[in-house]
């Protein structure tokens, strides 16, 4: 319950970052993604929460360029590792093979000092 609350929490905080609207605990898109092909129409909750993630996370890469790539890069790529992390997060919440839970909090791991990185580097330039 501890990692859901915890998935919930950084879809919701997204949410609210990136504006979209939070339903059932957790983010949807105001935007119709159903062009893009690859999101389920399944109510599986683990089903809705990483399309939720998904959702967030690809809101949050869509950014207003500023004049400097490398900070346009960090803002971009701090949202595609958070997506990392919620979706990572779902599989500990209801994945139950050994080898992919095992994955999922390496990536957790592995992600948490990246994002940290990213997020210094973007104060540091102020964006």
Do not use: C
């Not at 990136?18 to 059932?24: K, P, R, S, W």
């Not at 957790?26 to 599986?44: F, I, R």
């Not at 089903?47 to 207003?64: E, F, K, L, P, S």
């Amino acid at each position: 319950m501890k990692r859901f609350a915890q998935t919930t929490i950084i879809a919701a905080a997204a949410a609210a970052t990136f504006g979209l609207t939070v339903g059932a605990g957790m983010a949807q898109d105001k935007v119709d993604h159903s062009a893009h092909g690859g999101h389920s129409m399944s109510s599986a909750p683990w089903a809705r929460a990483y399309d939720a993630a998904n959702a967030v996370m690809h809101q949050g890469m869509t950014i207003t360029y500023s004049e400097n790539p490398d900070l346009d890069f960090a803002r971009a790529m701090l949202a595609h590792h958070q997506g990392a992390v919620a979706m990572a997060q779902i599989q500990l919440q209801h994945g139950t093979d050994p080898e992919m839970r095992a994955l999922a909090q390496a990536i957790i791991d592995a992600q948490a000092a990246e994002i940290a990185q990213m997020q210094a580097f973007i104060a540091k330039l102020g964006g």
